[in-house]
């Protein structure tokens, strides 16, 4: 019975062996595997998590920006149209007249003579 014993001993031995063999085997599988999954992630060239929210944030505020400018210049365009067309064309006859001026006196020289 002993022999049996000592049997069933050096079997177990053997599996607690094999065991951390294969526990060894396993640790250094997963660092390989981890250490070209890394490589292979840097070849790919992504980009990290900060850099992508810093770059998220600048968009976000340039569209509210936007936004701030787009209703800034409707502000600008319905002033623009509200203008009465009296007031744009009275403008616009001056310069007209001021030509027309100017042209019929051709000869007169830069110091009023």
Do not use: C, Y
Request: proline share 2%; glycine share 4%.
């Amino acid at each position: 019975m002993q022999t049996e014993n000592r049997l069933f001993d050096d079997l177990a031995r053997l599996a607690g062996g094999a065991f951390s063999s294969l526990s060894a085997l396993k640790d250094e599988a997963e660092s390989r595997l981890h250490t070209q999954v890394e490589r292979m992630l840097v070849n790919m060239d992504l980009v990290r998590r900060d850099e992508f929210e810093a770059v998220r944030a600048m968009a976000i505020k340039a569209r509210e920006e936007n936004a701030g400018l787009e209703a800034r210049i409707e502000v600008l365009e319905s002033r623009a149209v509200s203008v009465p067309d009296a007031t744009r064309s009275g403008a616009s006859m001056r310069k007209t007249r001021a030509r027309k001026i100017v042209s019929k006196n051709p000869k007169q020289s830069d110091d009023g003579k």
